[in-house]
């Protein structure tokens, strides 16, 4: 048998929110299923497989899904049901090991190093952990198992859905030579064309490429990439870390242009991430407000915290000041926030807990009373004041921004 130094495990579960959905309502088995809000405005979060082949997927308008695939039948989101079926898919991966690195509500690395003795060889874990799955949810997961984060990662989209992907450590690199260079973890919209117009189209020309070619042109990346192509990925899963960033989105069912609607939409967002943040015992470092424009662009102002913040009212003042940063006059189409360089809590030490005392206390029975009736329980007059209420209709994007950054939260994100 190959030697296997490490065995690292990805599962990421198959069309996450629809297959819940299909789950949760037998008429929806079988069909086209988008998740996503029941209007023209917005994106979609997820398509169920049947949807897939109508070229229909995650981030896609609404509006250019329902032209691409008028059948699919539209659901809106339900948070609060995924995150409960998430938390009980990692207990389940829990059960296998202790080093379960969640990623994402719906993927997460596992490092089973040591544990043949338990569940057998790596193909046997594989089958074993998805078997686990499938038998608590009704729910398919691809699984791809490997000696490092990043091949397990392409192993288990390789053959989605409901596949198993097992790459030996001494098979890796050969393995990978064929692949898209999109598959690199790092490479995206931007850095994609820059590598096909240096004649580089697959990971197999960027393994064979001269590591000093590739640092002269894409500097630092350049090195990541060779690494990453010869499949060396030194980075252990960490137990418990979780997301880099958390941030919610809101695409608007109206436009907004006055900073004080702007700022009634981003209040909510900074209450929503606020709590998510503390929920996971983070503090974060800095914020990012994003506006997306009627024209579909995407403007960006971040700015890092005087010191670690975990409070809606912490949140909400950076991203006021940040909004005076835009020079666009809008209207907007979208508004986002994200936290973002989350540290845990207990390691920010210099967190003035006395200067945010009065937030925080009330903040967190804000958290408690919420945790017991609900989100909607508690809307502060803030709220209720002014032009309407925040938006019912409009839809909110929340994501957990992952530890490679490779993953795309919105259309226009990052790359
Ligand atoms: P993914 O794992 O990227 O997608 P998926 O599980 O729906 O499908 P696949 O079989 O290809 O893995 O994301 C998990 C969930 O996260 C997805 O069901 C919906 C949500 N999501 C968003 O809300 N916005 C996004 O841009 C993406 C990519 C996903
Ligand atoms: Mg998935």
Known sequence: MDAWPRIVLHADMDAFYAAVEQRENPDLRGKPVLIGPNSHRGVVLTASYEARPYGVGSAMPVAEAR?????????????????????????????????????????????????????????????????????????HISVGVSSTKYVAKVASAHDKPNGLTVVPPSHAKDWLAPQPIRRLWGVGKKTGPK??????????????????????????????FYNLAHARDP??????????????????????????????????????????????????????????TTEFEMLTRQRKFSKPADTATEFLKLATTLLDEFDHPGPFRLVGMTAFDL???????????????????????????????????VVRARDMTGHGTVSKNGVNLDYLDFVDGERVSSPGGAD
């Open 235 to 292: 980075r252990r899963v960490t137990r418990g870390r979780t997301a880099k960033s958390i941030g919610s989105d809101r695409t608007l069912s109206k436009d907004v242009s006055h900073k004080d609607d702007i700022v009634r939409h981003l209040h909510r967002s900074a209450e929503r991430i606020a709590r998510r943040v503390r929920a996971k015992g983070y503090v974060a470092n800095g914020l990012r407000v994003r506006l997306k």
């Open 195 to 224: 590598l096909e117009a240096l004649g580089l189209y697959t990971i197999g020309d960027i393994a064979d490429a001269e590591p000093e070619y590739l640092s002269h042109h894409l500097g630092q990346s350049g090195a990541h």
């Open 343 to 377: 540290d845990w809590q207990d390691e920010a030490n210099q967190l003035d807990l006395f200067e945010t005392g009065r937030d925080r206390d009330l903040e967190l029975t804000l958290d408690e009373v919420t945790k017991k009736f609900g989100s909607d329980t």
């Open 67 to 139: 032209r691409r695939c008028p059948q699919a039948v539209m659901v809106p989101p339900n948070f609060e049901l995924y995150q409960s079926i998430s938390q009980q898919v990692m207990d389940i991966f829990a059960d296998f090991s202790p080093y379960v690195e969640a990623i994402s509500l719906d993927e997460a690395f596992i490092d089973m190093t040591g544990a043949t003795h338990f569940f057998g060889a790596p193909a046997e874990m594989g089958r074993k952990i998805k078997e686990a799955v499938y038998d608590a949810t009704d729910l």
